[in-house]
């Protein structure tokens, strides 16, 4: 019927290619005044090279809202999966009443 096409190399070569190429010279950072590329332009100078993000700080009133936002998130997702839950569950009865009805159903109806 249908049958995978495998790629198939009927000569092995028998090279082998590193997985990783460590580089020969190193490259150091320009710091001078001249441009890099060679264009009229003038690196700016005095400019730190990364930033530096300044820490969150919450007032106690912004730690209490973050607090209760998270619990009242913790809730709404807690509720949403019980009532997923129930929901399976109701419908798993339900069907299992129906089985049984039709089950009797059918049954009854061979014995007469």
Do not use: D, F, W, Y
Request: contains cysteine.
């Amino acid at each position: 019927m249908i049958r995978p096409k495998i790629p198939v190399n009927p000569l092995p070569t028998g090279l082998v290619t590193p997985l990783v190429q460590q580089p020969t010279t190193t490259v150091e950072p320009h710091r001078g005044t001249a441009p890099v590329c060679g264009c009229s332009q003038t690196p700016a100078s005095g400019l730190p090279t990364s930033r530096v993000l300044p820490a969150v700080r919450l007032t106690p009133a912004g730690l209490v809202a973050a607090v209760a936002g998270g619990a009242g998130l913790v809730l709404v997702v807690g509720a949403v999966l019980v009532s997923m839950l129930l929901t399976v569950a109701i419908t798993g009865a339900s069907v299992a009443v129906c089985a049984v009805v039709m089950r009797s159903l059918l049954n009854g109806r061979h014995h007469r």
